[in-house]
């Protein structure tokens, strides 16, 4: 067959325009479903539809080991008395010669805890119990009440803002910065630990514990019981 004889057939009369209307059905289908999937999202953040919670719901999977016990201590103190504190710290810090808006932090947060008061019935030695013959009267000479380490309560502690510096929020979103929330908690801390020594926490633990071995002795037939609290000099 020589080059004359090969023959052209003429493209169907509209096969264009068909393709055409095919894409546009084919965009039309895809947009039609990017916008129930987005309706269906947007309804199950903002709980419009019932059930698509449970479709769009995250899940949360505890793959932490066991706890391992480290240690055990005996306790020979007796806690007395607890006093429930609660401090607004407001901690500022800013970069010499660069404006707040590009480097600075200014956190406020509400720091809520408990301090425990405790007298150590463990120091009391012989010398420290007198009794007469008749084992009636008895006389306790016990160390002063002291005052616990703060516990902060993370169910009542939060965060009420954070202010940051352009520069700290970039610097934040590279990395994280547990060490901030760590300096608050322990700044709080300190505040909640110093307001428990101007309180009269630890006379309220002293006399706590005189009404608690009185009432023991007392059920033991002593009839006069005195407590004293001295420091302890050893």
Known sequence: MTPSDVTTEPAPHGGGKRDARASRRWLKTLGIGTAVLALLFAGSRLSLLPGIDDFFGEETHDRSGPAVLKSIQD?????????????????????????????????????????????????????????????????????RAVLGKPALDPDRSYAVSKQRGLLDRLGDFFSDNPGSEQAVNKLAAQHIAEAAKESELTARAEKNTAEMLKGLLGSLGFERVSVRFADDRR
Not at 75 to 91: I, L, R, W
Not at 100 to 127: I, K, M, P, Q, W
């Open 75 to 143: 306790m020979s103190a007796y806690e007395a008395a607890s006093g429930n504190f609660q401090v607004v710290v407001d901690v500022e810090k800013d970069a010499k010669f660069v404006p707040d808006a590009l480097r600075g932090t200014r956190t406020l947060f509400v720091g809520a805890g408990t301090v425990d008061a405790s007298v150590d019935l463990g120091r009391l030695t012989e010398d420290g119990v007198v009794v007469n013959e008749d084992r009636t009267e008895a006389e306790l000479r016990l160390p």
